[in-house]
């Protein structure tokens, strides 16, 4: 069974500008849950989706946004990049009923200029 | 929130050795799981366990649900056990995992 796949893997930007990633969960799961890890602050929960609905959030700012497809594929965009969005985005996969055993892709690390 | 500390923060063994990883936790969980993060930042599952006891080669982990710690045994340890290991708990079926610190494991050969 493929395991969740994220692209792009790394992504140069510079301040102000937006970007989208992308993230694939495992066949048959329906819950993505997205990540992000920097040095300073650890891993740290942005949203979770689940059957295309915005199930959790973390405490971001809006600039931080997302959404899953009905194939359960999800995005996330964050726009008018900072320096310090600077980080390794992960996205987690799970069935999202009951057993929430998640598991994660390779990640996006995302460097802002 | 719950919390989780992880301890020690940084651990440097001998190759051969084994180790334990130790994971506190503040309130009741229904989802605990393990993870080794690898030289290029993906997370590799470990365990899930929220409780109880499991094995897995020269791994091992032993979560105490009632007195809130688990604890990752690594034996024998390799070069290529090398890496930040991290514990994550979630205490409701549908709340996002929380992530300890993590401890930093380097084996030396």
């Known amino acids: 069974k493929a395991g969740v796949t994220q692209t792009p893997r790394y992504l140069i930007k510079t301040r102000g500008q937006q970007v989208t990633l992308s993230c694939s969960p495992i066949?048959?799961?329906?819950?993505v849950s997205w990540y992000q890890q920097t040095p300073g602050q650890g891993l740290q929960f942005l949203f979770e989706?689940?059957?295309?609905?915005?199930?959790n959030k973390g405490n971001f700012p809006g600039r931080f946004s997302g959404r899953q497809f009905s194939n359960s594929r999800s995005e996330m965009n964050v726009s008018t990049l900072e320096l310090g969005d600077s980080a390794l985005y992960l996205c987690?996969?799970?069935?999202?009923?009951?057993?929430?055993?998640?598991?994660f892709g390779p990640g996006t690390r995302l460097t802002v200029l | 929130g719950i919390q989780v500390e992880q301890s020690p923060p940084d651990l440097i063994l001998q190759e051969g050795a084994n180790s334990t990883l130790r994971c506190n936790f503040s309130?009741?969980?229904?989802?605990l799981q393990w993870f080794h993060q690898n030289p290029w930042g993906q997370l590799i599952n470990l365990f899930y366990?929220?409780?109880g006891t499991k094995q897995n080669g020269r791994l091992s982990a032993t979560t105490v649900a009632t007195e809130r710690y688990s604890l990752l045994y690594i034996s024998s340890s390799q070069t290529t056990d090398s890496g930040v290991y991290f514990c994550?708990?979630?205490?409701?079926?549908?709340?996002?995992?929380?992530f300890g610190k993590g401890t930093r494991l380097s084996v030396i050969a």
């Open positions: 987690a996969s799970s069935l999202g009923v009951a057993i929430n055993e998640q598991f």
């Open positions: 066949s048959g799961h329906r819950s």
């Open positions: 989706y689940f059957s295309e609905t915005q199930r």
């Open positions: 309130d009741s969980v229904n989802n």
């Open positions: 366990i929220p409780s």
């Open positions: 994550a708990v979630s205490n409701s079926g549908n709340t996002p995992l929380v």
